[in-house]
């Protein structure tokens, strides 16, 4: 520490010695509504002066909620009135629902109206109500002659072979047929097809098979092109046509 340093210390505990002490403020007196001794009475004391506060406060509140009633009653939103009713749109009308049908595709000009089991053959005993489910088929026609169709409109495709001819296995049923006596029925399936030119016959006689779903006649055909076709099955006095769309 230098010499400046050490005189400038010294004069600053001299003149901290030299000031005169604080004064203090006792709560009694401050609450009481008189002056403290050795200072000068002043026109309010410490009560008026709360008391002024809590009016003042008082003219500042009342001022600030009439502004925000204003608010609400003029210019501001009133949160409580009922939202504004919606007029619920009217409902579409109802289409009336028409039969699927798919395309024929590249070779054929027309749709093909599939035909569909609806309402779905149910046989007398001994054959199946139903055929198994996982076939997704139900049975088509009468008791004396019915066979079994997709559920839904489903195209024959693809095949093993792309070019025609393209073979299929058609199964018939009927109470008039009894395997034993017929091992090789008297039955004909013939195709005609419906967006464009062609045909053909097969049968006359056919052979049997039998498979989960029964006892059967078998007559093997070949689509000789795809396309839209109209296949009918003739046995004695019963026949029975059905629509089926071939592909590719």
């Known amino acids: 520490m230098t010499d400046v340093d050490r005189l400038l210390r010294e004069a600053g505990a001299r003149w901290r010695d030299a000031q005169p002490s604080a004064p203090t403020f006792p709560l009694g007196d401050l609450l009481a509504d008189r002056p403290r001794a050795g200072w000068p009475a002043t026109a309010g004391s410490p009560v008026a002066a709360l008391v002024a506060a809590v009016v003042v406060l008082a003219l500042i509140s009342g001022l600030v909620v009439g502004r925000l009633l204003a608010f609400g009653s003029v210019g501001g ?85 792309s070019q025609p001819p393209l ?44 498979a989960d779903f029964g006892t059967a006649m078998l007559v093997g055909i070949d689509y000789p092109s795809v396309g839209c076709w109209e296949l009918t099955a003739r046995y004695r006095d019963a026949s029975l046509s059905y629509v089926v769309l071939v592909t590719d």
């Open 77 to 161: 939103p009133d949160h409580s009135a009922p939202a504004p009713a919606i007029a619920a749109s009217p409902p579409a009308p109802a289409t009336p629902s028409s039969r699927p049908t798919a395309t024929a595709g590249p070779h054929a000009s027309v749709a093909c109206d599939i035909t569909v089991p609806d309402p779905a053959f149910v046989p007398p005993k001994p054959f199946l109500r139903v055929p198994p489910a996982y076939y997704e088929t139900a049975w088509y026609g009468t008791a004396h002659l019915f066979t079994m169709l997709d559920r839904t409109p489903t195209p024959r495709g693809p095949w093993l072979y």
């Open 167 to 210: 073979p299929d296995k058609t199964f018939w049923l009927s109470v008039d047929w009894v395997v034993r006596d017929e091992l090789e029925p008297a039955i004909t399936v013939s195709g005609r097809r419906l967006d464009g030119p062609g045909s053909f016959r097969y049968g006359d006689p056919g052979t049997n098979a039998t």
